[in-house]
């Protein structure tokens, strides 16, 4: 299994989430939407750190078990973030218009599309 096509994907995610901040995303987030824009991205950003570390780390976990199910749930996500980006497109705090921000949320979701479909096809 070509273990860079998941990271590929992942970085793509991680490029997405420092255009995030650019966007002020947390805007369209139930849980930070209400914050101010200091207090908002403050809370996004710190939010990503135990979520990204924890990713990392089940993503490298020793056992193929464990990193199989971790890399196919993050392939799935990929999958359906570019749908949630979609339905958000017409909301008024909306701000991935660019082809940067495309280009990351979809290179993401193309990338873990395919890393899914090697994932099933051949697993090890």
């Given at each position: 299994m070509p273990e860079w096509l998941f990271f590929l994907g992942f970085s793509f995610l991680l490029a997405h989430e420092l255009d995030a901040v650019r966007a002020h995303e947390w805007r369209l987030l139930p849980c930070l939407?209400?914050?101010?824009?200091?207090?908002?991205?403050?809370?996004?950003?710190?939010?990503?750190?135990?979520v990204v570390a924890l990713l990392i780390w089940?993503?490298?976990?020793?056992?193929?078990g464990v990193r199989f199910w971790a890399q196919a749930a993050i392939d799935i996500f990929l999958i359906v973030h570019v749908g949630l980006h979609r339905a958000f497109v017409g909301h008024p705090d909306y701000d991935f218009h660019s082809p940067l921000s495309r280009g990351l949320i979809w290179g993401a979701g193309v990338v873990g599309a395919a890393h899914l479909a090697l994932l099933i096809i051949l697993p090890e």
């Open positions: 939407k209400n914050l101010s824009d200091t207090q908002g991205r403050d809370a996004f950003i710190m939010l990503h750190v135990p089940l993503t490298a976990y020793p056992p193929d």
